[in-house]
């Protein structure tokens, strides 16, 4: 789910894995609001040690901290609301397994109200009966990993999912520099639709466009390259999927 992007510090090279999850160096700042990617370690302070496993599951789903507050909708709550019970449990028994650290993150300023989008099709926890299906499941693994968030353009503030899904453009700025979110439609020309599916999971898990070029953070290859054969595959069948948007 790539928590480590915006929850981590970063380095020109790369998340500082020895302070996981202790709070992310970028500020988001935007006409709404003005956060920084928090401190998610068990910390008792400064982390979410003191957050109940309810407490954790409703901000993952629901988008609201322990404090009753709607998060930022940078954090993408919207997209996690698919996730079953069970990998909910797993996520939640994860982030109490790293090491706590003290690290006083700056507390979010809400400069209006917050709107929350929710990706479509991810209404609801998947059934788990709906993996069997390898696009159903690569739906929800992708969902998962928001993928679309980063890969699907804004207007006024929320994401054209019904006319530009996967069509990139977006900006990142990073430690690595400028990064533009690609077109990951299955347009022939702009997107992958001419791409293997080999050229595309290898994209995925390494970092390698068709070109031979190599892909910049904030795209998340170092953690999708940890998923299995089957799973990459589903991944690849429902991006087959995604209309073309040129």
């Known amino acids: 789910m790539t928590c480590h ?21 970028q500020v988001f700042d935007e006409p709404a609001f003005t956060v920084r990617g928090a401190n998610i370690t068990p910390d008792q302070e400064t982390g979410i040690g003191k957050w109940s496993d309810a407490d954790v599951k409703r ?10 507050v709607t998060l930022a909708p940078i954090m993408p709550t919207g997209f996690y609301e698919i996730l ?30 917050l709107e929350r989008q929710v990706f479509p ?24 990993a928001h ?7 804004a207007v006024n503030g929320r994401h054209d999912f019904a006319k530009s899904i996967g069509k990139g453009g977006t900006e990142f700025k990073g430690p690595w520099g400028v990064s533009v979110a690609r077109n990951i439609s299955s347009h022939k020309e702009k997107g992958i639709g001419a791409w293997s599916d080999d050229e595309v999971k290898r994209a995925i898990t390494q970092g390698v466009a068709r070109d031979g070029s190599k892909l910049k953070p904030p795209m998340g290859f170092p953690y999708y390259a940890r998923l299995t054969p089957e799973d990459l595959s589903a991944v690849v069948a429902w991006l087959r999927t995604v209309p073309p948007v040129e």
Do not use: W
Request: contains cysteine.
């Open 5 to 25: 992007n915006c929850h981590t510090p970063m380095t020109p090279t790369g998340p500082d894995f020895s302070r996981a999850l202790s709070g992310g160096p």
């Open 59 to 68: 901000a993952l789903r629901k988008g609201i901290g322990s404090n009753g």
């Open 84 to 113: 079953t019970d069970r990998d909910v449990d797993a996520i939640i028994a994860y982030i109490r397994s790293v090491k706590s650290v003290k690290n006083e993150v700056q507390g979010p300023v809400y400069k209006a109200a």
């Open 121 to 144: 099709g991810a209404e609801k926890p998947m059934a788990e009966g709906d993996m069997a299906d390898p696009v159903k499941r690569g739906f929800y693994l992708a969902t998962a």
């Open 147 to 153: 993928c679309m968030e980063c890969h699907t353009p």
